[in-house]
């Protein structure tokens, strides 16, 4: 398959000081004129796993997609030093891993082998690499022997671990999940939760799921009306019920094993 970027062994990609993502003063409108984002500061450190919570229409969705340069043309973010513009934007593609909601809007390929390797194929990676990266994406998400299977075949669990195996295989810094729990049955949640918890790389989702938040997110930012109205503990935020109900978002009962 013919690729016309260059590939990722010919980029030397610089080294992150402190914070991984860095957004300064992000103003965004929509052409029809709605303002989504007023003056939005945000860092984030190498390692960090933090959670987005807010109403619907906060700007959440908005937000993330910034960070790899979806929306917004030459903002003022950088993810591990790179600016997201147009010249890094191969680059910073390859660094931010989104996984939508919808996790049809990400598996398209005949079989779940080709969706995990697409994004590889086109970083220009030799074929052996892809297929080492693939396998090891499908197995960092418990669904080694899935390969052959028909995507569309599967459970809505199933799926998700699928479309975060696709960002898995480009090795991303940072990983940008919106609502990964929405949709999912009791068991499907939980087994999503653990598997969150342990994967070792920097995390910003975004969810209404606020055990979830508990559960593995040391801390929150709370987004309202493009703003950012609150950022820090997950444990002091959840307990704030005015701050909560303020910003349409309902205290869950916190467990006591912190």
């Not at 303002?35 to 959440?60: F, H, T």
């Amino acid at each position: 398959m013919p690729v016309k970027h260059k590939s990722l062994f010919e980029i030397q990609i610089p080294e992150c000081e402190g914070d991984i993502l860095q957004i300064q003063d992000l103003h965004f409108s929509y052409p029809d004129g709605h303002q989504a984002l007023r003056g939005i500061d945000l860092s984030v450190c190498e390692g960090e796993k933090v959670a987005l919570v807010g109403p619907n229409g906060a700007g959440k969705s908005t937000l993330m997609l910034h960070l790899n340069g979806i929306l917004g043309d030459n903002s003022p973010v950088s993810v591990a030093g790179l600016a997201v513009d147009k010249e890094n934007l191969s680059m910073i593609r390859a660094l931010v891993g989104l996984v939508f909601q919808n996790p049809d809007d990400q598996l398209f390929s005949p079989t779940v082998f080709d969706d995990v390797a697409f994004g590889p194929l086109h970083m220009g990676l030799p074929e052996e690499v892809v297929y080492k990266r693939v396998e090891k994406a499908l197995a960092d998400v418990h669904m080694k022997d899935f390969g052959d299977r028909l995507s569309h075949h599967l459970s809505m669990g199933q799926k998700k671990r699928i479309s975060i195996a696709t960002v898995l295989a480009m090795q991303p810094h940072i990983l940008v999940l919106d609502e990964p729990s929405a949709g999912l049955d009791p068991r499907a949640r939980r087994s999503l939760i653990n598997f969150l918890k342990g994967l070792p790389i920097t995390m910003l989702v975004s969810t209404h799921d606020l055990r979830m938040v508990e559960d593995i997110f040391p801390r929150m930012v709370i987004m309202d009306e493009g703003k950012i109205v609150a950022d820090g503990s997950s444990r002091d935020l959840l307990q704030d019920e005015k701050l909560l109900e303020a910003h349409g978002l309902e205290t869950p009962h916190l467990s006591n094993q912190h």
